[in-house]
């Protein structure tokens, strides 16, 4: 599986950006798609996720303002980001995780830059 994601840009502080992440073949129904980010000289962290059946899951400094949806039909996960902050500066990955016997598999998009000026 190969992912490819897009979206990311320059904005000011409390504006919006929608990220893309589109991936090679299908999308399973088992899939848990997740949007992580990570900046300067921090570990790569979770955003949000979400599962087959459309449950979803943020971090907490989400506080409302992401959301996570999924096409299967188009394979496509995305990420709408409101009220942007400058903290929010960081590279985004979309990933892939596929549930597997005996191990799930990981995927990984090649990342997105998103800077939010003050």
């Known amino acids: 599986v190969q992912l490819q994601a897009s979206g990311g840009g320059l904005v000011q502080t409390g504006g919006s950006l929608r990220l893309s992440c589109s991936a090679s073949?299908?999308?399973?129904?088992?899939?848990?798609m997740g949007w992580y980010r990570q900046a300067p000289g921090n570990q790569r962290e979770l955003v949000a996720s979400?599962?087959?059946?459309?449950?979803?899951n943020y971090a907490d400094f989400v506080e409302g303002r992401f959301t996570i949806s999924r096409d299967n039909a188009k394979s496509m996960v995305h990420l709408q980001m409101n009220s942007l902050k400058p903290e929010d500066t960081a590279v985004y990955y979309c990933?892939?995780?596929?549930?597997?016997?005996?191990?799930?598999?990981?995927?990984w998009g090649q990342g997105t830059l998103v800077t939010v000026s003050s």
């Open positions: 073949g299908s999308i399973f129904g088992g899939d848990v």
């Open positions: 990933e892939l995780a596929r549930p597997g016997v005996p191990v799930w598999g990981f995927y």
């Open positions: 979400i599962a087959s059946g459309g449950s979803t």
